[in-house]
């Protein structure tokens, strides 16, 4: 069972640069997200999508973005990366029906640093 | 708005010992409340989960976790903690629309 994949795990960017993170699903989970990561901050949610074809901003939007094309893949985009996209990034995936459907499946994590 | 508080950013137990992790949430109806476990340069395990019916659940590695209504707790437990169980601790808040809010950590340390 593959779940949850990103990649990369690690990597370091230079300010302005751009890069997109990868983020596939196998459980044909139609909710995705995408949440950041910073010590003694919890995890903050960027963007989610409820299907292919449609996203929507969470709670530290600006600075990314995300499409999704198709039910399994959920790619974050930096444009111009910045110091403060520092962080380690979490894609993670949700069936909608049924009471198991609200446990959200978590990947293993990107860290990316912006120098 | 929905919100977690886990008051306690480290907690340092010794091994065999007995823990208790703090969770006070804030949520406009019947929350779906949710323990995760992080160890370093992982992502995040489910521990537990709660959605309705009896109050205490139970989760892998011997956790469990009491929702409290009164209190708006669900702190997590665990009878004798083992030198394993170090890690990161999420507690985390949803209903059933998108959007599952986060704790900021609890980092538990583990004395032999």
């Known amino acids: 069972n593959a779940g949850v994949t990103q990649t990369p795990k690690f990597r370091i960017l230079k300010i302005g640069q751009s890069m997109t993170l990868q983020c596939t699903q196998d459980m044909n989970h139609n909710y995705m997200y995408w949440y950041r990561q910073d010590p003694g901050m919890g995890l903050k949610l960027i963007y989610y999508?409820?299907?292919?074809?449609?996203?929507d901003k969470g709670e530290v939007p600006n600075g990314y973005n995300v499409s999704r094309s198709t039910t399994e893949d959920f790619p974050l985009r930096l444009e111009l990366a910045a110091p403060s996209q520092t962080s380690v990034y979490f894609c993670a995936s949700r069936l909608l029906t049924g009471l198991s459907g609200n446990t959200i499946y978590f990947g293993e994590g990107s860290w990316l640093t912006v120098v | 708005a929905q919100s977690v508080t886990q008051p306690d950013i480290h907690i340092t137990v010794s091994e065999g010992a007995s823990l208790e992790l703090r969770c006070n949430y804030s949520?406009?109806?019947?929350?779906?409340l949710f323990w995760y476990v992080q160890s370093p340069g992982q992502g995040l395990q489910l521990l537990l989960k709660?959605?309705?019916?009896?109050?205490l659940v139970q989760g892998i590695k011997g956790f469990e976790a009491e929702f409290k209504r009164s209190q708006s707790s669900f702190n997590l437990r665990k009878p004798s903690v083992h030198w394993s169980d170090a890690a990161e601790y999420f507690c985390?808040?949803?209903?059933?629309?998108?959007?599952?809010?986060f704790g900021t950590g609890t980092q538990l340390k583990v004395e032999l």
């Open positions: 709660y959605f309705s019916g009896d109050t």
């Open positions: 985390a808040v949803g209903g059933g629309g998108n959007k599952l809010t």
């Open positions: 949520y406009g109806a019947t929350p779906y």
């Open positions: 999508s409820v299907g292919a074809g449609i996203t």
